[in-house]
């Protein structure tokens, strides 16, 4: 810990320390604490609406928040131009909630799409890598297909494919199951297993709990701007609190109680 504060050492790890941040006059985080360290997977609970979408958005700087601290592997990137910014969240993929392939790029384009913008490997390097991603997820036989003929479960797994193409330290996946028929669930769910496995530092947001009791050992809960709850699935379903209880499992009472809440910054 010292080595770290006296710069022998770099720190490592994804950290938010006390990040409020408001959009359109409603406060969605407020003094927020997250940290991610590398090699461990963690998931973040919460309601549609709730701020897990933004929570990514602000650890990859496309928003600043509006005070607090966000550290990448020891640098504050709140403030950084988008060349540095650029260059700091290098290490961190995102697997967004709609794939976001480039439609009119081949499945193997969009894969390798990265490492040619990059320019540092020759086109013979990428086609092993986009061979090899297509591989992890199953879908080398798709290389030339283009995204308007994959399912939806395919389309997810090319984007999974690839985040992994640059080989980041960090993998974010925002809903990654969402949408998706059981079989693509079951695939996504042993995909992102085969990368915890291989040591990846995984942080999933999403509603979908069964996703979540599938992937990860520990979890988070988004509740009014805060994390109100942080441990493992029994100590979540033990945890008694009224929020969580009503997530994991709703009732009737929850059609008047548990309505996305309104939060003003006034
Ligand atoms: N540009 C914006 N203007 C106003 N409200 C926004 C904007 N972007 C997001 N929000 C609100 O912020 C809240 C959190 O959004 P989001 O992080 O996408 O939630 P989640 O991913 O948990 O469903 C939502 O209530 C959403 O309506
Ligand atoms: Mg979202």
Known sequence: MDRVRMGIMPSTGIRLDKVTYSVG???????FDLSLDRGVNRTILGVSGAGKTTIL????????PNSG???????????????RLREVRRPIAVVFQGGALFDSM????????????QGTKNPAEIERVVLEKLGFVGLEDAIDLYPAELSGGMKKRV??????????GYILFDEPTT??????????????????QQGKTTLMVTHDL?????????????????????????????????????????????????????????
Do not use: W
Not at 57 to 64: M, Q, S
Not at 159 to 168: K, M, S, T
Not at 179 to 196: A, F, H, K, S, T
Not at 253 to 259: I, K
């Open 25 to 31: 006059g409603r406060l969605i985080l407020q003094d």
């Open 57 to 64: 958005k602000l650890i990859l700087g496309l928003i600043p």
């Open 69 to 83: 601290s966000i550290t990448i592997d020891g640098t504050e990137i709140t403030g950084l131009s988008e060349a």
């Open 106 to 117: 081949t499945v193997g384009e969009n894969v390798g799409y990265r490492l040619i913008e």
């Open 159 to 168: 984007a999974i494919a690839r985040a992994l193409a640059a080989d980041p």
């Open 179 to 196: 949408g998706l028929d059981p079989i693509g669930v079951y695939n996504i769910c042993e995909l992102m297993r085969r990368l915890q």
């Open 210 to 266: 069964h996703t979540a009791f599938q992937v990860s050992q520990r979890f988070s809960f988004l509740h009014e701007a805060r994390l109100v709850f942080e441990g493992t699935r029994e100590e979540l379903m033990a945890a008694g609190m009224e929020v969580t209880r009503e997530f994991l499992s709703p009732t009737p009472r929850s059609l008047f109680a548990y309505t996305s809440p309104e939060r003003t910054t006034a």
